[in-house]
């Protein structure tokens, strides 16, 4: 699968510009990675082998497997730095340009934003702000069709949830008021 | 809104009936927490209280199951002793409080929660496939004759069922080896399949393969025979089945079934939760539900319930050190 | 033939207008929790259990069961329209629905998926119909190598199907399995990887890991490109539908595969998601085009979801033989026999013939009725792509957040959820695939624990796995299915007589 789908769909009409400045390779952020992967892999095998790993009378100890996958993790990540370094083709590839990078910013730091108010502002205030705002800020919709959609999109779910299914969810200073 | 028309009900009932204390009373949906899968016997238990507290208008509020059966139940410790003072949270606790704490060092005490009422203790019975031996003496001979260890079934790993398997071993010098499974039900069927030799899962687990006729029950663990009389199967009732210690393997071991609040609520929550637990008892969904599952009845609160707890946990953590089963 | 009178009699218990109209109720709520994110099947199952408490027996289960059916149904739709598998196993029906749907061809994929499921779960209440006391001794020969047996066969089906590289590979399936083996060890009762953590005691939910992986993810690639979700402008009709329906006979060995593999791992606990991903896996193997899957391929959509609903009917025959669920809901509906005095067994068919006849009945009719219902409401799905991106990306990101708290009630999911939106997003970019790490993330501790089981059972010896007939044919067939590529060259270069299932016109 990978990326494939988007290959697919690239005949949109407003496809991206092509001259917007690479923010890094698919080399570099492989390499990342990687060295990532490997050391999760490092940090796994110890934890293992301190519960044990090794193969007693009833069969392998609750370590074993997961002791020996960090070990093909981390080797497979130490072979896939050394493949990156040696590919040429992925250090033309572009991992992002500058243009992309700050579309998917666009959506990843309010769905982040989000999180956290989450945790104050109970689930629906935050939807409701994270709705109203990406469509206001990011889609440029007129502002009370935006307040409109949140607003109905946010009521729905607290009755669909809270109210008729009886699916606790985070709630925050909005509804304590209302007695929920 | 909904303050409103909880202070209009309040007031009615006042009005309506007078004896009725007019104390705490949740404002939200009350939550029986499982410290088990769907399906096993807590979830069971868990899903005819809320039937049986629906059907005889026993709460206000709706009353929701939330299943946390994670990490072998440690999930819903966790999740109980995180909700200091949140009196809208109830869990059906067995003996996993006391073992979870030592087999897996987990950081729980009982002691930090608030505790409601014992409500049952669960029966444990050895059983084999109905082709295997008759008898607990003619079982254990075979155990022994084997070439290779008979295998027993049971949930989960250093919990009830592996504690047993230890003292079955140690008190008659055969081997078994225990194999983990993730429930009762699961145990059951692995039995009938003849891939294990024995289970000794409690009645309810095993209730319907022995109805089939497809296991047969040695003996149960516990001082005296179920008190049930009514035929289960088409020759047998639960009585029929005789003790462990009548057929001269003396193991004991009862498990509690009991319902606890998170720590810090105040006396009038666990008040209110006492008085509901009470009436629950004598609900005939309840009594029912007691006699088809052959748990054996008690109902304990207040000092009697932590007498109770302390004793039932200090012989667990006896059982679990003699076993090997704590971490060091 | 006597099978076929006591199912006449269930037909008789039902056609009553009261059931029909229960029916209706429990399809249409089934669907609509379906289709919430974070309810699904089980939890959707769960919740509207209460509601049945005051009907009687047969009146409960036909309802509980139709919203059964509805769940199945709907749990398709988010798949294909958004990416968010509902179930893990609409995992596999993401692979090509979502492409299509991106091509515009929602209707289509839709009408595939709901088709394709309809025809799975006939075959398996088939089977259910003639062949359940034989079934059911069937899966009593399931022990843990046997099950081992099964998750193995899964895992090889997958191995060098990819064109990725295969370092990459070994990377996903190994991350997926660590990750699976996160919190308590079933058969030491250990806590492993948990690093004194109480979030990650209960060990990583694999719906959470999903919904980053697949939603979130494909919400960061969609800017990204700039793509608007895009509908197809053309209306939805009836057309569609019939062309969809024309095409079907060119599939014939894809759904025949997808059932048989579907009933099989159906009758063994669990094996629905296995069970999705080996009917596309094989799907893919057979195929002669091998690399236009996961590029919006039918027959992409048509294998997983036709075995997925085979097996997720047939997983309530054990649960009604013998009181063992094969999936999360049967486990809940389960729950729902026990509170009306219903216990499943062995006796359940023998004692209450009305309830269990009235049931299997009711899968008949519920699947006919829900499939009705569910073509007919394709055009309102599909026109959810033609609402603007700026309002859906924040919708679908505020559902993958509710969807990934309901699931445990817990905070720290959903910041979990996060950070695997921006793992998926990655691994898509540097090519590391999802799917043998997905399929790792579900199968990796029940593998382990079967195997474990086994070692236990025969005290370290490998041997276990060729003890019978039964299980020493699965393991060799999955052995055969893990050198498939290197047997299929070899057959290739003595002389040029193809595999007989290549012929499957593409």
Not at chain 2, 100 to 113: G, T
Not at chain 3, 73 to 96: H, K, Q
């Amino acid at each position: 699968m990978s990326n494939a789908e988007i290959e697919i769909a690239v005949d949109d009409p407003t496809a991206p510009e092509e001259n917007s400045p690479s923010v890094t390779s698919n080399r570099a952020v492989d390499v990342a990675v990687s060295l990532l992967l490997l050391a999760l892999a490092v940090v796994l095998a110890w934890d293992n082998w301190r519960t044990g790993a090794s193969w007693d009378s009833t069969g392998p100890e609750a370590g074993y497997f997961p002791f020996y996958l960090s070990v093909i993790l981390g080797g497979a990540s130490l072979y896939g730095i050394g493949a990156a370094f040696l590919s040429s083709k992925e250090a033309m590839e572009t991992f992002v340009t500058r243009a992309q990078l700050r579309r998917v910013m666009a959506v990843f730091v309010p769905t982040l934003l989000f999180c956290i108010a989450m945790q104050f502002l109970g689930i629906y205030v935050a939807s409701f702000l994270l709705i109203a705002g990406f469509m206001r800020i990011v889609g440029k919709i007129a502002i009370w069709k935006s307040l409109l959609t949140a607003f109905l999109f946010s009521a729905v779910m607290f009755v669909t949830f809270d109210i008729v299914f009886d699916v606790l969810m985070p709630k925050g200073p909005l509804e304590a008021a209302f007695g929920y | 809104m909904r303050n409103l028309i909880t202070i209009a009900a309040a007031a009615a009932a006042i009005f309506a009936s007078a004896p009725a204390s007019a104390g705490w009373e949740p404002s939200k949906p009350v939550e029986i927490v499982v410290a088990a899968g769907a399906g096993g016997a807590s979830d069971q238990m868990a899903r005819m209280m809320q039937a049986a507290i629906q059907k005889n208008n026993l709460l206000k509020q709706p009353v929701v199951v939330s299943l946390k059966g994670g990490a072998s139940g440690a999930e819903a410790l966790m999740y109980m002793k995180s909700s200091d003072g949140d009196a809208n949270k109830v869990l059906i606790a067995y003996s996993l409080i006391y073992m979870l704490p030592l087999s897996a060092k987990l950081p729980f005490d009982w002691k930090e929660l608030s505790p409601v009422a014992v409500i049952a203790l669960d029966q444990f019975v050895l059983w084999d496939n109905v082709n295997g031996p008759k008898t607990v003496k003619e079982f254990i001979e075979a155990a022994k004759a084997s070439g290779s260890p008979f295998k027993l079934g049971g949930t989960g790993s250093k919990r009830e069922d592996h504690v047993l398997t230890v003292f079955l071993e140690k008190k008659t010098g055969a081997k078994f080896s225990y194999l983990p499974y993730k429930s009762g039900g699961e145990a059951a069927t692995q039995l009938v399949g003849g891939h294990t030799e024995a289970n000794v899962n409690n009645p309810s687990e095993n209730l319907e393969v022995w109805r089939a006729g497809q296991v047969r029950p040695l003996c149960v663990f516990d001082k005296e025979r179920i008190s049930y009389t009514a035929k289960v199967t088409e020759t047998q009732s639960w009585n029929d089945i005789p003790t462990c210690k009548e057929q001269g393997l003396d193991v004991q071991y009862l498990m509690l079934r009991a319902m606890f609040l998170p720590g810090k609520v105040s006396q009038e929550q666990q008040e209110f939760y006492v008085d509901l637990f009470s009436k629950l008892v004598q609900t005939p969904e309840y009594k029912d539900y007691m006699e088809k599952q052959a748990l054996k009845p008690i109902f304990l609160t207040g000092k009697d319930m932590i007498q109770f707890l302390e004793e039932d946990g200090s012989l667990n953590k006896q059982l679990m050190t003699e076993a090997g089963f704590v971490a060091k | 033939m006597e099978a076929l009178g006591l199912l006449l009699h269930g037909f008789a218990v039902l056609l009553t207008w009261k059931t029909l109209l229960l029916m209706m109720v429990g399809l249409v709520l089934g669907v609509f929790v379906g289709v919430l994110p974070g309810l699904g099947g089980p939890n959707g199952v769960a919740i509207l259990l209460p509601l049945t408490f005051s009907m009687d027996p047969t009146s409960a289960i036909v309802m509980l069961s139709c919203i059964y059916w509805g769940a199945l149904f709907g749990g398709a739709i988010t798949s294909i329209l958004f990416n968010i598998p509902g179930e893990a196993w609409s995992v596999a029906t993401t692979f090509d629905g979502y492409p299509m749907a991106q091509q515009g061809k929602a209707a289509e994929a839709l009408t595939a998926a709901f088709t394709s499921s309809f025809i799975g779960s006939l075959v398996a209440v088939l089977l259910i119909t003639f062949l359940a006391p034989w079934i059911s001794s069937f899966a009593l020969k399931f022990g843990p190598p046997e099950f081992f047996a099964v998750y193995l066969l899964t895992f090889c089906s997958f191995v060098g199907l990819g064109r990725e590289d295969k370092h990459k590979t070994v990377i996903a399936m190994a991350l997926g399995l660590l990750l699976a083996g996160v919190g308590m060890d079933t058969v030491s009762g250990q806590l492993r990887m948990t690093f004194g953590s109480t979030d990650l005691l209960r060990g990583i939910n694999f719906l959470v890991a999903v919904i980053g992986l697949f939603g979130i993810s494909e919400i960061l690639l969609t800017m990204e490109e700039r793509l608007a979700l895009r509908g197809h402008a053309a209306s939805i009709s009836l057309r569609t539908v019939l062309a969809v329906w024309k095409d079907l006979p060119k599939y014939w060995m894809t759904l025949l595969r997808s059932s048989v593999i579907g009933c099989w791992l159906g009758i063994t606990p669990g094996g629905a998601i296995a069970a999705s991903f080996m009917g596309y896996n094989l799907a893919k193997r057979f195929s002669k085009d091998q690399d236009s899957f996961g590029k919006g391929r039918i027959e992409g959509v048509f294998a997983p979801e036709t075995a997925a609903h085979a097996s997720g009917t047939a997983a309530l025959l054990p649960m009604l033989a013998l009181g063992i669920p094969g999936s999360g809901t049967a486990a809940i509906l389960l729950g729902g026999l026990m509170v009306w005095g219903l216990n499943p067994g062995p006796l359940l068919f023998v004692e209450h013939k009305d309830f269990v006849w009235g049931l299997i009945a009711s899968m008949y009719l519920g699947n006919v009725v829900g499939l009705v219902l569910v073509l007919s409401t394709v055009p309102i799905f599909a026109s959810i792509l033609r609402v603007p991106f700026a309002a859906v990306a924040p919708m679908i990101v505020v559902s993958c957040a509710i969807g990934a708290y309901a699931i445990q009630n817990a905070m720290f999911d959903v910041w979990l959820m996060l950070g695997f939106g921006v793992v998926g997003y990655v691994f898509k970019k540097i090519k590391i695939p999802l799917a043998p790490f997905t399929l790792a993330l579900v199968l990796g501790s029940r593998a382990e624990d079967a195997f474990r089981q086994s070692m236990i059972i025969s005290g370290g010896n490998m041997k276990v796995f060729w003890a019978n007939g039964l299980v020493g044919t699965i393991t060799t067939l999955a052995i055969l299915l893990l050198f498939w590529p290197l047997i299929d060259r070899l057959v290739a270069s003595f002389g040029k007589s193809t595999p007989p299932a290549a012929k499957v016109e593409a």
